[in-house]
């Protein structure tokens, strides 16, 4: 909506733009859950029960604000979030990697000795 202003006549595009949401969306959670699992699975059994929460009170708070706030601000905000997001998601890739990384020179140097 920044850059794209919608006319009545492109009402398809705008059905096909909601269904390739939909489908990149679908598969956005499965990847979210699989990494929770991936992360969480053997230190936290109710990670994905905090997803689900945040994710919830998330909605909660944009519903809360959409009705004071325009679509630009809204807009603004969610990419003010994606890019939080994407910042942490960078981090915990390059912590886990490390991590990895760690574990295998200790176990060649168990090895090696």
Same mark, same amino acid.
């Given at each position: 909506?920044?850059?794209?202003?919608?006319?009545?006549?492109?009402?398809?595009?705008?059905?096909?733009?909601?269904?390739?949401?939909?489908?990149?969306?679908?598969?956005?959670? $499965?990847?979210?859950?699989?990494?929770?699992?991936?992360?969480?699975?053997? $230190?936290?059994? &109710?990670?994905?029960?905090?997803? @689900?929460?945040?994710?919830?009170?998330?909605?909660?708070?944009?519903?809360?604000?959409?009705?004071?706030? $325009?679509? @630009?601000?809204?807009?603004?905000?969610?990419?003010?979030?994606?890019?939080?997001?994407?910042?942490?998601?960078?981090?915990?890739?390059? &912590?886990? @990697?490390?991590?990895?990384?760690?574990?295998?020179?200790?176990?060649?140097? &168990?090895?090696?000795?």
């Amino acid at each position: 909506m920044f850059l794209w202003d919608p006319k009545s006549s492109q009402m398809v595009l705008l059905f096909v733009i909601a269904g390739f949401w939909g489908i990149a969306d679908a598969i956005w959670q $499965t990847q979210v859950i699989a990494t929770y699992t991936v992360l969480y699975s053997e $230190t936290d059994s &109710n990670a994905l029960a905090k997803y @689900r929460l945040w994710k919830s009170i998330g909605f909660v708070i944009t519903y809360t604000y959409s009705s004071y706030v $325009t679509i @630009r601000i809204s807009l603004i905000l969610l990419l003010v979030y994606l890019s939080i997001s994407m910042l942490c998601y960078a981090f915990v890739e390059i &912590n886990l @990697r490390w991590k990895e990384h760690s574990k295998k020179k200790c176990a060649i140097a &168990n090895i090696t000795e």
